[in-house]
C-alpha cells in the first residue's frame, strides 16, 4: 500500500519537473528575442532605467529613427528582389532536376546528384576570392543580379534533396498515363508532377526564402554600392552607426528580422519539418 | 514516337533540362574551387599581376602564428559547441520525450525558433544581451547572486572566444534537439515494450536502450555540429568582427581578412584550401569513428 502512495507520488514529482525544467528552457529560447521586441517600443531614458520593465506607453520613435537613418525599406526591397527570382529559379530547376533523377537512369545520374549535394559540406568562405575575381572580370560584381547566382547555387541543394524524396513516392503510373495521353516531357513536369509537389515545393521555398533573407556572407563579398544593399548589409551598417542606443538597434533587428517571425508564426512546423529531413532520413 | 520521348527522353532533352542547374554548379563552385586552389600558388593582390610562388603561401601559412591561432580558437568553437550543442540537445530531446510532458508541440516550436534566425542577427542580439550595464546576462547573474561570474564578456581577450560560442549553442539546441527526438520516436515500440517488460524503466531505459539505439542520429548531429562550426564566420564578425585584436579570430574571419582587408588574395586562397581540408579531415575522422562504433 504505502509503496504504491509513494510510486505515485514520485511519478507526481517528476511530471512536474519535467515540465518545470522544458518550461524553463523553453523560455530561455525565445525571451531574448521578446525581450527585444518590446524594450524596442520603450525611449532610451525608460530602458536605461529599467532594463526589463514593458514599455509605459508604446513609443514607435525608435521604428522612426531606425526608417529615416537606414534605408529599411530598400534594403528589404533588395532581399526581396533576390529571394522572389531566387527561389522560383531554385525551385524550377529543382523540379526538372530531380524529376529527371528520380525516373531515369542515365550515365552520369549519381554524380549529378552527388554534385549537388556535395555543395552542402562546401565552406562557401573558401570560394569567396575566386568568386569574387571571377565576378569582377565578367562584370557581375555589384549589379543587381550579382546575389542571385550563389543564392540559387547553395540554395539548390536541400530543396533537390526533398524534391527528390517527395517525388519518389509518386507512383510512375502517373507519367506514363500522361505519356499515353500524348504529354510530352515538358507538360508532364510542370502540369501533372509539379502541381502534385505543391506540399514540398511550398516548404522548400519557405526555406529558400529564409536561407536568401538571413544570407551575409556572399553580400557582404559581392556587393559594394548601397543602392543594392541586402537586409543583413544594412542591419549591419545600422548596428555600426548606434552602437550605444541600444533601444534603436533593437528597432532595427525587429524590422529585419520581423518577415521570417511573421513566417516562423505561420509555417513553423513545415520550417521544422524541412530543415531536419535530411538529417532525419539520414 | 512523339509520345515515348515522355517515359524516355532523347539526348538534346537531357541537355536541355538538366544544363542549366549544372552549368550553374560548375559556373559557381567547380571553377571557383578549382581558381582558388591556383590562386594559392600565387602572390597576387588583386591587379594585373601575379607572381608564382610554388608552395611560398603554404609555407608562410604554417609559419604563421595568426593561423595557428585562428586553428586553435576554430577548435575550440567547434569543441565547446560539440559538447554545448549536441550535449544539451540530447537532455533537452529526453524531456521532451518524456510521456509526462505538456504541450509537446509548442514546446518544440519555441526551441526550434532560434535555428532560423540570421546569424548577424543572433550576432547583434548577443552584442546587447552581453552589455556590461543593459544586458539580460548580467541582470540574471545578479539577481541570481552569481555576480562573481560576470566579467567583460566580449572585451577580455583570453574569454571572449568562449563568449562567442555560447550564441552558436544558444542558437542551435532546438536544432539538434528536434533530429534527436526524432531518431528516438524511430526506435520501434516493440523493443522498447519487451525492454520495459525485462524490467528496464526510467533510467534504465534511456541508458541501456534508448542511447545505443540513438548513437547514428547522435553521430549525424555530432558531424554537422563540427562541419558547421569550421566554417563559422558570420555570427562572430557580428559580434567581436574578430577581436579584441585577433583573440576570437577563426580560419574563415583569418582567410576574409587576408583576402579583403590586406588585399592578399593568393594567401587567403592558401588559407581558404587549408580550411577545406581541415574540415574534410575532421568530417571524415567523425564519420569513420561513428561508423567504428556502430560495427561493435
Request: net charge positive; charged share 10%; proline share 4%.
Amino acid at each position: 500500500m504505502t509503496s504504491i502512495n509513494i510510486k505515485e507520488k514520485l511519478g507526481y514529482i517528476s511530471k512536474i519537473v519535467v515540465n518545470l525544467l522544458m518550461v524553463i528552457f523553453s523560455i530561455t529560447c525565445i525571451y531574448p528575442v521578446i525581450w527585444m521586441v518590446y524594450s524596442s517600443f520603450k525611449t532610451q531614458n525608460e530602458f536605461n532605467m529599467d532594463i526589463l520593465s514593458l514599455p509605459s506607453s508604446i513609443s514607435l520613435e525608435n521604428y522612426a529613427n531606425a526608417l529615416k537613418t537606414a534605408n529599411f525599406i530598400k534594403y528589404s526591397a533588395n532581399s526581396l528582389f533576390n529571394a522572389v527570382i531566387g527561389v522560383t529559379a531554385i525551385i524550377i530547376i529543382a523540379i526538372v532536376t530531380s524529376y529527371f533523377i528520380s525516373r531515369f537512369e542515365f550515365k552520369g545520374r549519381k554524380l549529378i546528384y552527388g554534385l549537388f549535394l556535395g555543395a552542402m559540406l562546401i565552406p562557401i568562405h573558401s570560394l569567396l576570392v575566386p568568386l569574387f575575381s571571377i565576378f569582377n572580370s565578367i562584370g557581375l560584381y555589384n549589379t543587381r543580379f550579382t546575389l542571385i547566382i550563389p543564392y540559387i547555387t547553395f540554395g539548390l541543394p536541400t530543396t533537390l534533396f526533398l524534391t527528390e524524396s517527395f517525388m519518389n513516392n509518386l507512383p510512375k503510373e502517373l507519367d506514363e498515363a500522361a505519356a499515353i495521353d500524348g504529354c510530352t516531357l515538358g507538360r508532364t513536369i510542370f502540369t501533372i508532377i509539379m502541381p502534385l509537389c505543391k506540399p514540398i515545393l511550398i516548404t522548400t521555398g519557405i526555406l529558400s526564402f529564409v536561407f536568401i533573407w538571413n544570407e551575409y556572407t556572399f553580400a557582404l563579398t559581392l556587393l559594394d554600392s548601397d543602392k543594392y544593399k541586402t537586409i543583413s548589409l544594412g542591419l549591419a551598417k545600422f548596428q555600426g552607426q548606434y552602437s550605444s542606443d541600444y533601444v534603436t538597434q533593437m528597432a532595427g533587428i525587429v524590422l529585419a528580422t520581423l518577415p521570417i517571425i511573421i513566417i516562423y508564426l505561420v509555417f513553423n512546423k513545415k520550417i521544422i519539418e524541412g530543415m531536419t529531413a535530411g538529417a532525419v532520413k539520414g | 514516337m512523339k509520345t515515348s520521348t515522355t517515359l524516355k527522353p532523347r539526348k538534346y532533352q537531357y541537355f536541355l533540362y538538366l544544363g542549366p542547374g549544372v552549368l550553374l554548379y560548375i559556373f559557381a563552385v567547380i571553377i571557383p574551387i578549382l581558381w582558388a586552389l591556383r590562386y594559392s600558388f600565387y602572390n597576387w593582390s588583386g591587379g594585373a599581376k601575379m607572381d608564382f610562388v610554388g608552395l611560398g603561401n603554404y609555407i608562410e601559412i604554417f609559419k604563421d602564428p595568426l593561423f595557428w591561432k585562428s586553428l586553435s580558437n576554430n577548435l575550440i568553437v567547434v569543441g565547446i559547441c560539440l559538447v554545448g550543442q549536441v550535449g544539451i540537445a540530447i537532455i533537452i530531446a529526453t524531456l521532451l520525450s518524456s510521456k509526462y510532458i505538456k504541450g509537446r508541440q509548442i514546446h518544440r516550436s519555441v526551441v526550434f525558433f532560434p535555428t532560423v534566425l540570421s546569424a548577424i542577427v543572433i550576432g547583434f542580439i548577443w552584442v546587447i544581451m552581453y552589455n556590461k550595464d543593459y544586458g539580460l546576462l548580467n541582470w540574471f547573474l545578479n539577481t541570481i547572486g552569481l555576480k562573481s561570474l560576470i566579467y567583460p564578456w566580449l572585451d577580455d581577450p583570453k574569454k571572449v572566444i568562449y563568449s562567442v560560442s555560447y550564441p552558436l549553442i544558444w542558437q542551435y539546441i532546438g536544432y539538434y534537439a528536434i533530429i534527436l527526438l526524432a531518431g528516438m520516436s524511430n526506435i520501434s515500440s516493440e523493443v522498447l515494450e519487451s525492454c520495459e517488460i525485462d524490467g528496464a524503466i526510467g533510467w534504465r531505459k534511456l541508458v541501456y536502450i534508448i542511447y545505443p539505439l540513438l548513437k547514428p542520429t547522435i553521430a549525424i548531429c555530432a558531424m554537422m555540429s563540427i562541419a558547421g562550426n569550421m566554417k563559422i564566420f558570420d555570427n562572430i564578425m557580428a559580434m567581436t568582427n574578430g577581436g579584441p585584436g585577433s583573440s576570437s579570430t577563426v580560419l574563415a574571419i583569418y582567410a576574409y581578412k587576408q583576402s579583403f582587408t590586406f588585399f592578399r588574395f593568393g594567401y587567403g586562397s592558401a588559407v581558404s584550401i587549408v580550411m577545406l581540408l581541415v574540415s574534410v579531415v575532421i568530417i571524415s575522422i567523425t564519420k569513420f569513428s561513428a561508423r567504428g562504433d556502430n560495427n561493435d
